[in-house]
């Protein structure tokens, strides 16, 4: 095995050039300008000293660098991982007391060594078990919940709460404390944001401005809000006049060390750190995948979940918290031009940098600007028209939605996903335990067979019934197989043969088998012949060797007009045998 496999890096290096170089340090100035403001936002989100979010866009940014297998996934602290984050911490110690913080350590190292785990095993499939209405419904209500829980840093007063309903209570009792200086800075910070991010770019571009450069200014627009209220709350003395400050940053670099390795502190985040593990690798490899397309790159799904479980691992030993693929910041490494992971290292330096040259003056900036910043941010988060489209196409994956909305926001993150990923896999089940199929007859002068309920011109055979079944046999539908076919003999009293057409069949279980084998026998009672049609590789070969296939009172047909052809025309010279009268074709 090449080195390159275990760690891509090599392979980016090669014919690594100056101008490589250059479009990778453009990118990473312009994301470092972006995640700054970010990572104080969403440590602030986080319940978490505003110094996490600078560590957490370290090492971690430096280790998928090395391991990721995506050229411009920008790596770091996100909004839901950040809400999960404060969610799962709440519960262990206050916001902010060194507990919680000891417990985002634990957090990260648990849902990194938990990546790493998946990856090594190839596990990068579990994903596929939040379907993208849950993901959808989870995405917009933890939107929502974003948005709520900074109203009060908008409006300067102490209100907290775990769902939709307490925070909303909260905010109504503390209306009285309001302070009107911050409110008018929080709410001014929003609407200058709000306007750069539906305007400037158009205003830019009619300066004469590229549509890149446009782009890239107007989402590097809330670090000007930073520069200009972090410079008004200095020079009027804000924070003197209730106006909530983030306060002294602590300078220097992250020293590395264990997170705390009590055994009960573990134990009682595992559940929340394989929810903030499965969901930050899902929106991870779904923005990489996206962009990896743009450039007809391409990523591994299981080397991601090694590379995003060794950040998360950095983050733990250096002083963060759980990290994952951000869309907003990746988007910008994109379209900035970045040609390899080489730029989210380099990003990681220009936090350094920030973290050692500007935590002074970083002391002077309202918590009602990050408020204001992670509102607007969030606002790509919720979806609320996906809902209607969604019920519209599938009634079932509407109710998932819906439920996992619903429950995010009454009860909490943890419950809400929970209960969404049960309901796809509980709907799965069931759509998969009555699968679809139908009977088909042959279009006329062709090889082609259709349903008969659909197409009156077919022809069929009072003696030969030939069943589609459009699933793959499992023990939750192999029963009901079991009944469509004996029902089928029981409508048809003529029929001498039965077709199984098995075109979409990718899969028989054991139970499945079994229930042919049942289907077999009882047939056999019956005078009726068992075939099979259209049978995949793979799945003969898992046939062969059984019993089933030398029990079997029929054949197997390389296809299904074949079968067709020698039962229709056996049929055929059944009816024209003497003594036995002709049957019409129906």
């Known amino acids: 095995m090449t080195p390159s496999r275990w760690i891509p890096l090599i392979g980016w290096l090669h014919g690594y050039r100056r101008d490589t170089l250059a479009r990778d340090l453009l990118a990473a100035v312009i994301v470092t300008l972006m995640l700054v403001p970010q990572a104080l936002a969403y440590a602030l989100l986080a319940g978490l000293p505003p110094e996490v979010g600078l560590y957490a866009s370290m090492l971690p940014l430096v280790l998928y660098a090395i391991f990721g297998t995506s050229a411009t996934l920008a790596v770091g602290p996100v909004a839901v991982a950040s809400l999960m984050t404060a969610s799962a911490l709440s519960a262990i110690a206050p916001p902010g007391s060194a507990e919680y913080v000891g417990g985002a350590l634990v957090l990260a190292a648990l849902s990194g060594a938990m990546l790493v785990a998946m ?27 974003i948005a709520a829980s900074q109203l009060r840093h908008l409006l300067g007063v102490e209100a907290s709460g775990h769902t939709l309903v307490e925070m909303v209570m909260a905010l109504v009792t503390a209306l009285g404390e309001v302070n009107p200086i911050t409110l008018v800075l929080g709410l001014g910070v929003w609407g200058f944001l709000v306007l750069c991010r539906r305007y400037l770019k158009g205003g830019l571009r009619r300066l004469g401005l590229s549509a ?38 602590p300078g220097g670099l992250p020293s590395l060390a264990l997170p705390s390795l009590e055994p009960g502190l573990w134990s009682s985040l595992l559940a929340p750190a394989l929810l903030i593990s499965l969901v930050g690798f899902v929106e991870s490899v779904s923005v990489a995948q996206t962009l990896a397309a743009k450039r007809r790159q391409r990523i591994d799904p299981n080397r991601e979940l090694i590379a995003l479980g060794l950040a998360n691992l950095g983050a733990g030993a250096s002083g963060g918290s759980p990290v994952s693929g951000g869309f907003s910041r990746s988007v910008v490494n994109f379209e900035a031009g970045a040609a390899t992971p080489l730029a989210g290292a380099f990003t990681a330096l220009g936090i350094a940098v920030a973290t050692l040259t500007l935590t002074a003056p970083l002391a002077f900036l309202p918590k009602a600007t990050l408020a204001a910043t992670i509102i607007v941010a969030v606002g790509t988060l919720i979806d609320l028209p996906a809902i209607r489209r969604t019920w519209a196409y599938s009634r079932a994956d509407g109710v998932a939605m819906l439920a996992t909305l619903t429950l995010t926001l009454v009860h909490g993150v943890e419950s809400g996903i929970l209960a969404g990923v049960a309901l796809s896999l509980g709907l799965h089940l069931y759509r998969t335990s009555r699968p679809h199929s139908a009977v088909v007859g042959r279009v006329p002068g062709s090889e082609h067979f259709r349903n008969v309920q659909r197409y009156d011109e077919v022809e069929t055979d009072e003696r030969l019934a030939i069943l589609r079944v459009d699933e793959s046999l499992y023990f939750a539908n192999a029963r009901y197989l079991e009944d469509t076919v004996m029902a089928l003999a029981a409508r048809q009293p003529g029929l001498e043969h039965i077709v199984l057409a098995c075109q979409a069949v990718n899969g028989i279980d054991a139970s499945a088998l079994e229930s ?12 009726v012949a068992l075939h099979l049609a259209e049978v995949k590789g793979p799945v003969m070969d898992r046939l062969a060797a059984t019993d089933f296939c030398h029990e079997l009172g029929g054949r197997v047909f390389l296809s299904t007009f074949d079968a067709w052809q020698a039962l229709h025309q056996e049929n055929a010279a059944a009816n024209m045998a003497p003594g036995r009268m002709t049957e019409k074709e129906t």
């Not at 190839?122 to 078990?129: D, K």
């Not at 042919?516 to 005078?527: F, P, Q, S, T």
């Open 119 to 145: 990856g090594l095993l190839r596990l990068g499939f579990l994903a596929n078990f939040l379907s993208h209405p849950v993901i959808s419904g989870f995405v917009t209500a933890s939107g929502i919940l």
């Open 212 to 249: 890149t450069v446009a782009d890239l200014v107007a989402k590097a627009a809330p670090v000007s809000a930073v520069i200009v209220t972090t410079l008004l709350a200095w020079a009027l003395g804000l924070g003197e006049r209730g106006v909530a400050l983030v306060g002294e940053v």
């Open 516 to 527: 042919l084998e049942a289907i077999n026998r009882r047939l056999k009672d019956a005078g």
